[in-house]
């Protein structure tokens, strides 16, 4: 992202804050604003809309982490909580609500202010990197093609994101208009990044799903998912590091609980809730709750 793409971004953002300021006609609406305690955005691993949802893909249960983490701190269903997180959310690409959208939801709903104490971001999964246009959620067609699997040939083929183009560097580039945003409105706000649970098990070549109708199904020709999937985390990582943020390392929190594992806190279609708690190859409530209490220590809320 060029700097003048960034800083048009954050204009962009200053000027919304500024309208809602200017059209109230009011000494008090200049003020600093107070803002919410708590602030979540990100994608489905953050919203776990279920399928049922009647929401179109912005609902948020109560077994989201989102959810789960608010109520342990006492803010659920109060004005000093927002999750603007929606399935499909991503960076800066894709058909979903970006990161930019998100933050623009946001700050409409008086989000960021001085008494801001946390705001957490999730996101990558469903945005496009380097040559391909493939993203690896929501779909996963090629883990279930058993003829040409997710091999890293899948990047030429445009079936799997590329994993080269996941770097710390480029990460931190798109998001950090938004980080710059929010730490300017939000000046006393830890900001963190959350990273992504385990769902397989890093570096190996095969990957095992559960599905609907199909029992247990195991994809030999996996490596260039799987690859995808922890350079992401090492560029969320090294990202955070890089704009001077929180980092949150969800795989090792889950580490040993991912697909097929015999406590498995990643969902599929074929536990009974399934539908009002989430979508295949997302985080169960079990796998929620572990991360809101990670988050809550790490975040002193």
Known sequence: ?????????????????????????????????????????????????????????????????????????????????????CNGGSIDTGTGWTLLQQAREAAKQGAFGTSTKAVLLQVGLNDTWGSSRATAFPSVDCLIDVVRGCGTDAVADGRVPDAGAVTGPFYADRIRPVVDYIRFYAPNARIGVVG??????????????????????NQARAEGYISFLDRLDEAQRGAAAALGIDFVDTRALTAGHGSCADDSWVGGLTDPDSLRVGAPIHPTPRGNAVLAGALRNQFAL
């Open 1 to 85: 992202m060029s700097s003048r793409t960034a800083r048009f971004l954050i204009a962009t953002l200053t000027a919304l804050i500024a309208t809602s300021a200017l059209s109230s006609g009011s000494v008090a609406a200049a003020q600093p604003a107070a803002g919410k305690r708590l602030v979540t955005m990100g994608d489905s691993f953050t919203a776990t809309t279920p399928l049922l949802a009647d929401k179109a893909g912005c609902a948020h249960p109560e077994t989201s982490w989102p959810a789960q983490l608010a109520g342990s701190i006492g803010v659920a269903g109060t004005a000093d909580f927002l999750d603007v997180s």
């Open 196 to 217: 992504y649970p385990e769902i397989f098990p890093s570096g190996q070549s095969s990957a095992c799903l559960e599905l609907p109708g199909n029992g247990r199904v």
